[in-house]
């Protein structure tokens, strides 16, 4: 039988297209989350944070809004490229004042050139 | 720039051998932290280093998992008498300060396989 494990939700896309990838967090008191980016047989590469005082917060081509009251988190990434093919995942601090952060297990975004 | 390095970046082994993974972090960073990660998985969390407080092992499967670190540096994986269940890619990542509201920078990881 199939592993569960083994299939990340999937996002297919065309070059060119904006692609956005979301996370649903747990804990309404998180003030602090991160996105991340895995490529292939690499160790995950901070991608943009953002603090619970904002809801939106923009870098290079990418742009991470934060929805408070539905604990909805999403990463638009604009005018995708191949390079873009990773999976995506999304941290936020484990409740309880623990260090130790929460991954969400992540969405694989493939780019079709 | 040096990043997170980690050796070695695969080990190939038998069942009931020990092996032991190395972490190098980012200099100044004081937090250090180890995870597994299984094929098409998430992040398991293992363990926890912070400056010189007691580390938080909270996350170890196992007795035959330990790790150390060395003040603020370099810092080992032990797994003693492996299983194959134990075959997976180890990532170490370290932070500024305490780690909480810090991003973590990640090593590309050791690819751990049991025969």
């Known amino acids: 039988g199939e592993s569960v494990g083994l299939h990340l939700p999937t996002l297919s896309v065309q070059e060119g297209d904006n692609s956005i990838i979301n996370c649903a967090y747990s804990?309404?008191?998180?003030?602090?989350f991160i996105w991340y980016k895995q490529e292939s047989g690499k160790g995950p590469q901070f991608i943009i944070d953002?603090?619970?005082?904002?809801d939106k917060r923009q870098g290079q081509r990418v742009t991470v809004l934060l929805n408070k009251t539905v604990k909805h988190l999403s990463l638009q990434i604009a005018a995708t490229q191949p390079g873009d093919s990773a999976v995506y995942f999304c941290?936020?601090?484990?409740?309880?004042?623990?260090?130790?952060?929460?991954f969400g297990r992540g969405t694989s975004l493939i780019v079709h050139p | 720039g040096a990043g997170v390095s980690q050796s070695p970046s695969n080990k190939v082994t038998e069942k009931g051998k020990d092996v032991e993974l190395r972490c190098d972090p980012i200099?100044?960073?004081?937090?250090l932290y180890w995870y597994r990660q299984r094929l098409g998985q998430g992040l398991e969390f293992l363990i926890y280093?912070?400056?010189?407080?007691?580390?938080?092992k909270s996350g170890l499967p196992s007795d035959r998992f330990s790790a150390e670190r060395t003040g603020e540096s370099v810092s080992t994986l032990t797994i003693q008498r492996t299983q194959q269940e134990d075959s997976a890619v180890y990532l170490c990542?370290?932070?500024?300060?305490?780690?909480?509201?810090?991003?973590?920078?990640f090593g590309d990881g050791t690819r751990l396989s049991i025969l």
């Open positions: 804990n309404s008191a998180s003030d602090y």
């Open positions: 200099s100044g960073h004081t937090a």
């Open positions: 990542a370290s932070s500024l300060g305490a780690g909480r509201n810090q991003p973590q920078h």
């Open positions: 941290a936020e601090p484990s409740s309880g004042g623990s260090y130790i952060p929460t």
């Open positions: 280093f912070q400056g010189n407080s007691a580390p938080d």
């Open positions: 953002i603090r619970s005082n904002m």
